[in-house]
C-alpha cells in the first residue's frame, strides 16, 4: 500500500500532463515553448511555436514536412544525394549504415549541443559511411581525411552545382576581373491596371497626408496607374488580372484596409512574396505568425531597431517603394554585425556609391542586395524574367551558391572560391585580396591538364 501511492500520483500527474500538453498545442495562444525539448536550429528557431508544422499531435516528426518547406529548393540546386537514390533494393546495405532516405537521421531539432553549422547533428565525417571504398576509384583522395570531403570546398551533400567538375572546368581559368563587370538589369513588372483612372481614388478622409500622396505620385506604381485600392481595399485574387472597364473594380467590396500586410502585394508581386516568405525575414508571416523584430533575433542588431517589424515595407516604405534606399541603407538601419558595419569601406560600396552618383554605369555597382537579393532569370509563362530573389537564404549556405549566382557575373571562379573561403575576408566584406587558395581546385586543374596530354598522346600521329 505503501508503494502505491506515488506510483498512483505518477499516472495522475501523467494523466494531467498529456491533457494539459494536447491542450496547448490545439490552442493558439498558450505557451508552448514550455514543451521543447531543447534550444531550436538557427534555420526554425523563429517558428519554433509551430510545433504542428513539423509534428503530429502525439509528437513524432510529421513524414513530408522537411519536404514540403524545402523540396523545391533541393530540386532546384539537382540534390546529389535525394531521398529516392536510397530507395532501390540495391542501396539497402547502404541505408543500413546510414539511413539516407530520412532527414532526420542528418537534421535533428532541439539539441544545441551536437548541431554544426546548417543544422547538421551527425559527425562531420559521416561520408565515410557511404564512400569508405572511394580511393579504390579515385586513387588520389586516399590522403583526404573524411571530415575534409565537406568542409574544403571540394563538395556538398546536396548542392554541387558549383563544385562539379564540368562547371569549374568552364570558369576555373577566368580573369579574377571580368573585361564587362555587371550585373543584368531588372525586368519591368508587367502593368496590370485595370480601369486606369486618373486621380488617386482613396475616399477623402485617407488623403489628408501631403507625404503619402507626394511619396505614392512619385512612385512606379502612380507611372504604372497602380491606385490606392489596388493596395487599399480587399480584392478577389484574380480582380487586378481580369477587370477591365465592363467589370469595374467598384464591384468588389470597398472596405478600406488600413495597413494592407503582404498578401495585398503579392497579388502583383507573388515572385517577390514566395521569395521573401522563404527566408528568415519572412518566414514568421508565412506560419500566420507576427512578424519578425530584431528584439527577437539572434544575430546582432543596432538597438533603435529592436522593435521594428520585417514586411514588405520595412525596405521600401510604404508609399515610396524605392529600390535603392532598400538596397543598402535600409539593411544597415538593422544589421550591426563586423561583415555589415565593413561594407560602406569596401571597394563594392564606392562602386554602388558611384553608380547612385551616376558616375558609375547601371548595375555596375554592388549594393547589399546585390549579394543577398541578387537578379535572378526564372520563368514566367513562356518567358525568362529577370526577378530580384527576395530569399535572402537561398544564396547564402552553402557559400558557393553565391558565387554561380553573383560573384561570376564580376569575377572568376578561382578568385571568387578563394574569397568566399577566407572567413576573415567575409569579416572585412570584401575589403582585400584572398589570403590564400582553395586546393580542391588545383587538384581539378592537374586532371583537366592530365585529360588534356592523354587526349593529345592519343592524338598523335604514330610514327
Ligand atoms: C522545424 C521543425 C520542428 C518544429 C517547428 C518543432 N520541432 Fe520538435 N522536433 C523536430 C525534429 C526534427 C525532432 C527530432 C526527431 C527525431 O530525432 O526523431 C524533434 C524532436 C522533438 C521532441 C522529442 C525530443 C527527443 O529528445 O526525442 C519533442 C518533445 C519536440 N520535438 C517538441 C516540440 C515542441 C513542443 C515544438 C513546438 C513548441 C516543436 N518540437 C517544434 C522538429 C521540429
Ligand atoms: C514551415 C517550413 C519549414 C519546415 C516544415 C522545415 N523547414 Fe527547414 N527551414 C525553413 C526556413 C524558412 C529556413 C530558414 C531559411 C533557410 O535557411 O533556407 C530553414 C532552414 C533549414 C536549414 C538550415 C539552413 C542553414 O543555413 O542554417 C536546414 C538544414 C533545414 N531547414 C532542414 C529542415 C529539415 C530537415 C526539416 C524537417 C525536420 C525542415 N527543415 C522543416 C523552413 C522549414
Ligand atoms: C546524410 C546526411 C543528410 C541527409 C539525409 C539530409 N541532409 Fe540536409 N544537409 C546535410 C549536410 C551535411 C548539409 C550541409 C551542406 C551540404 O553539405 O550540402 C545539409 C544542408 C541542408 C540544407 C541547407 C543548405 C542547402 O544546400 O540548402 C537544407 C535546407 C537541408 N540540408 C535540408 C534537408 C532535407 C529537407 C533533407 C531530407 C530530404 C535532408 N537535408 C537530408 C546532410 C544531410
Ligand atoms: C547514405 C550514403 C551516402 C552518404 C552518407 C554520402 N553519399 Fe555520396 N553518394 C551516395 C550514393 C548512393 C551516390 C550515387 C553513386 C552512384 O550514382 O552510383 C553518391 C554520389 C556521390 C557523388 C557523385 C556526385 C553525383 O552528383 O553523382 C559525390 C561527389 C558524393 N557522393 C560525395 C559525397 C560526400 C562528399 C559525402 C559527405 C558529405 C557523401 N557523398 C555522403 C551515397 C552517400
Ligand atoms: C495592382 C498591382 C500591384 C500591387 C497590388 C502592388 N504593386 Fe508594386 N508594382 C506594380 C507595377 C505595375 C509596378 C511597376 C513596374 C515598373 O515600373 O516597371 C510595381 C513596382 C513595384 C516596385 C518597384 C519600384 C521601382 O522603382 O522599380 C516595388 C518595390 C513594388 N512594386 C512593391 C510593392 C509592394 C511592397 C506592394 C504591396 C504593399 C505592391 N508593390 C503592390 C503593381 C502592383
Ligand atoms: C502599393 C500599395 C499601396 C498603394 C498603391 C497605396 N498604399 Fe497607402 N499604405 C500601403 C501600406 C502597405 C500601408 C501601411 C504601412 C504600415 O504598415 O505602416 C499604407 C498606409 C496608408 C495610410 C495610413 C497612414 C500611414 O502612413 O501609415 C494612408 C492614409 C494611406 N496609406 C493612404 C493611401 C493613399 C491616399 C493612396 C493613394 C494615393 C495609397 N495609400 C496608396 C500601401 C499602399
Ligand atoms: C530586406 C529588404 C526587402 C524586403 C523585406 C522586401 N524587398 Fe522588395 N526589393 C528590395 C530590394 C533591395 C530591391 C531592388 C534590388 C535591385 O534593384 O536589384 C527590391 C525590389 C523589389 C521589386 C522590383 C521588381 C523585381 O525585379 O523583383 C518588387 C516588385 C519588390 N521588391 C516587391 C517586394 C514585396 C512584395 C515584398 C514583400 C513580400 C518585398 N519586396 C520585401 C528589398 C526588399
Ligand atoms: C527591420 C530590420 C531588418 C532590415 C531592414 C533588414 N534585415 Fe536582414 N534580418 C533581420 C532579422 C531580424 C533577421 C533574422 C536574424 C536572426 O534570425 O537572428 C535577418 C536576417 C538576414 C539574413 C540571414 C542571416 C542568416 O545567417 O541566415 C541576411 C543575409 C540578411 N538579413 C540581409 C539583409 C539585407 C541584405 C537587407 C537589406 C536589403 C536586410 N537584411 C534588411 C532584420 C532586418
Ligand atoms: C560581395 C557580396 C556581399 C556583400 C556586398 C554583402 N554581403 Fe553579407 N554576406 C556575404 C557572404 C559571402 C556571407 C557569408 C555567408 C556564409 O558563408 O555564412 C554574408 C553574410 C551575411 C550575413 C549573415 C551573418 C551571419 O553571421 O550569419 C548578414 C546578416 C549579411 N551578410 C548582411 C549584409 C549586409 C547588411 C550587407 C550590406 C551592408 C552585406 N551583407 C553585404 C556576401 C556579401
Ligand atoms: C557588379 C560586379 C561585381 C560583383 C557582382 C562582385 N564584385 Fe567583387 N569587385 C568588383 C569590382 C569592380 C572590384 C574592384 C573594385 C576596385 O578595385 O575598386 C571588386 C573587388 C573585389 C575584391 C577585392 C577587394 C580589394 O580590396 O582588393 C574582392 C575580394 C571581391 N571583389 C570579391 C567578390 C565576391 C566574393 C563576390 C561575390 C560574392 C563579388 N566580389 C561580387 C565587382 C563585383
Redesign the pocket.
Known amino acids: 500500500m505503501k508503494r502505491k501511492v506515488p506510483w498512483i500520483l505518477w499516472l495522475l500527474s501523467t494523466i494531467v500532463m498529456v491533457m494539459y500538453l494536447s491542450n496547448t498545442m490545439r490552442s493558439e495562444t498558450a505557451d508552448r515553448g514550455l514543451f521543447l525539448p531543447g534550444v531550436t536550429?538557427?534555420?526554425?528557431y523563429q517558428?519554433e511555436l509551430?510545433c504542428q508544422?513539423?509534428h503530429t499531435p502525439g509528437m513524432g516528426?510529421l513524414q513530408d514536412?522537411?519536404i514540403?518547406?524545402?523540396g523545391a529548393?533541393l530540386e532546384t540546386a539537382s540534390d546529389s544525394h535525394p531521398p529516392k537514390k536510397f530507395k532501390p533494393l540495391d542501396k539497402a546495405d547502404l541505408v543500413e549504415r546510414l539511413d539516407a532516405r530520412f532527414?532526420?537521421t542528418c537534421?535533428q531539432?532541439h539539441a544545441a549541443d551536437r548541431t554544426h553549422?546548417?543544422?547538421?547533428t551527425l559527425p562531420t565525417d559521416y561520408c565515410y559511411h557511404c564512400h569508405r571504398d572511394i580511393a579504390e576509384t579515385r586513387p588520389n583522395h586516399a590522403e583526404f581525411a573524411f571530415d575534409s570531403c565537406a568542409s574544403s570546398g571540394c563538395h556538398n551533400f546536396h548542392d554541387n552545382r558549383a563544385l562539379n567538375e564540368p562547371f569549374l572546368t568552364a570558369h576555373l581559368d577566368t580573369p579574377d576581373f571580368l573585361p564587362v563587370m555587371t550585373v543584368a538589369a531588372r525586368a519591368p513588372v508587367e502593368a496590370k491596371p485595370a480601369a486606369a483612372p486618373d486621380a488617386p481614388d482613396a475616399p477623402a478622409s485617407k488623403m489628408t497626408d501631403p507625404h503619402v500622396l507626394d511619396d505614392f505620385a512619385a512612385s512606379a506604381h502612380a507611372r504604372a496607374e497602380v491606385n490606392c485600392t489596388d493596395c487599399h481595399v480587399a480584392q478577389p485574387p484574380s480582380a487586378v488580372l481580369e477587370s477591365s472597364p465592363a467589370q469595374p473594380r467598384a464591384a468588389v467590396s470597398q472596405i478600406w484596409i488600413d495597413k494592407p500586410d503582404h498578401t495585398a502585394c503579392a497579388r502583383c508581386h507573388d515572385h517577390e512574396a514566395a521569395g521573401f516568405l522563404?527566408?528568415?525575414h519572412g518566414?514568421r508571416l508565412?506560419?500566420n505568425m507576427p512578424p519578425m523584430t530584431p528584439a527577437e533575433a539572434r544575430l546582432p542588431f543596432k538597438p533603435e531597431a529592436a522593435h521594428r517589424a520585417l514586411t514588405c515595407n520595412t525596405c521600401h516604405g510604404s508609399h515610396r517603394y524605392d529600390t535603392q534606399t532598400a538596397a543598402a541603407e535600409s539593411c544597415m538601419k538593422c544589421h550591426d554585425d563586423p561583415h555589415t558595419r565593413a561594407y560602406a569601406g569596401s571597394p563594392h560600396a564606392k562602386l554602388w556609391a558611384a553608380e547612385l552618383a551616376g558616375e558609375g554605369a547601371a548595375n555596375t555597382g554592388v549594393s547589399c542586395a546585390t549579394c543577398h537579393l541578387p537578379r535572378q532569370t526564372h520563368r514566367e509563362g513562356d518567358e525568362e524574367v529577370v526577378r530580384v530573389q527576395h530569399?535572402q537564404?537561398?544564396n547564402?549556405?552553402p557559400n558557393e551558391k553565391m558565387m554561380r549566382n553573383v560573384c561570376l557575373k564580376c569575377h572568376g571562379a578561382q578568385f571568387s572560391l578563394d574569397a568566399l573561403a577566407d572567413r576573415a575576408l567575409i569579416d572585412r566584406n570584401f575589403t582585400g585580396q584572398p589570403a590564400g587558395h582553395v586546393e580542391s581546385l588545383d587538384l581539378i586543374r592537374t586532371k583537366i591538364a592530365d585529360l588534356a596530354r592523354k587526349r593529345a598522346e592519343r592524338n598523335k600521329p604514330k610514327p
Do not use: F, K, P, Y
Request: charged share 15%; with cysteine.
Open positions: 536550429t538557427v534555420g526554425h517558428i509551430a508544422v513539423c516528426v514536412a522537411c514540403n518547406c524545402h529548393e532527414c532526420i537534421h531539432e553549422a546548417m543544422g547538421l522563404a527566408g528568415r518566414m508565412s506560419q530569399n537564404n537561398d547564402l549556405r
